[in-house]
């Protein structure tokens, strides 16, 4: 099922530790046009009416919930009138072609951006700095780029342990902290592979794998089909929708076309 919202201009997305994503533009209402109404989500999942019947199935309460969601930039509206509601565990795409506002909405629902109007929480959590403590986000172009010249370890090795000032002291120890990130993500290549000779998958994969180091509840990973033929954009699909079992968090991705992800996901946005 598919939440439309109508892009109107792009946002530059602002860096996880700059300031300015947490504050962003004040909340307003355009001067030269009302601000549409967004429509009832029909997510399953989404309250649409009175209370179920005694007895009868209940709606579960949505780990991720956005209700006219919009942003505006200082080139407009980089997206608008976007609701969600994902249960915890669930699989969402947000598709959209390059421009429509996908790694704004994407940050803005990880607690990187402040939206211009409308409503997101994460987990009962609404302010951006408390939806940065429940939700990662794997490689995002401009913000958190590998480096391609580190292997796959080094940046196991970094995210891990430099943060906190500390080095694993024998190598059998470090070789095992490697594969224990890896396998969540069901990732099976040399530790000594520099990032830069990953194919798009695997590089994916891997950001994935970083990100659930911080054991977030809500994982948003950007342009996952980025370099990826048909095919390949199922098998990540797939991977995906196993990853939501097996390390038992809850995802948002985004990519071009949403097509691949048909019958994985459980609610698709498109932009």
């Known amino acids: 099922m598919t939440a439309n919202a109508q892009p109107e201009g792009t946002a530059t997305p602002e860096p996880v530790d700059d300031p300015r994503a947490l504050t962003g533009p004040p909340a307003s209402e355009p001067s030269d046009a009302s601000t549409p109404t967004a429509e009832p989500s029909d997510v399953p999942g989404t309250p649409s009416g009175g209370p179920e019947a005694p007895g009868g ?7 991720v919930a956005a209700r006219g969601l919009a942003l505006r930039g200082a080139r407009g509206w980089a997206y608008r009138d976007v609701d969600l509601a994902l249960p915890e565990g669930g699989l969402a795409v947000v598709s959209g072609e390059a421009g ?23 987990a009962g959590r609404s302010a951006p700095a408390a939806i940065q403590r429940v939700a990662a986000i794997g490689e995002t172009e401009g913000v958190n780029e590998l480096d391609d010249a580190l292997t796959v370890a080094e940046h196991v090795f970094e995210r891990r342990h430099l943060r906190a000032g500390l080095l694993p002291r024998r190598r059998a120890k470090r070789s095992d902290e490697v594969a224990a990130a890896l396998a969540p993500v069901g990732l ?10 990953l194919g798009p998958r695997d590089r994916h994969l891997l950001g994935a794998a970083l990100a659930l180091l911080d054991r977030p509840r809500l994982l948003v990973l950007d342009d996952v089909d980025r370099g990826m033929r048909g095919d390949h954009q199922r098998e990540m699909w797939a991977c995906l929708r196993a990853l939501t079992r097996q390390a038992e968090v809850t995802i948002i991705a985004s990519c071009v076309d949403g097509a691949a992800a048909a019958d994985l996901a459980d609610v698709e946005v498109a932009l």
């Open 188 to 197: 099976d290549v040399d530790p000594d592979t520099p990032t830069g000779d």
């Open 100 to 122: 429509s506002g996908r790694t704004s909405l994407l940050l803005t629902l990880a607690g990187r951006m402040r939206p211009t109007s409308g409503e997101v929480t994460v």
């Open 57 to 63: 199935p209940r709606s579960p309460v949505p780990l």
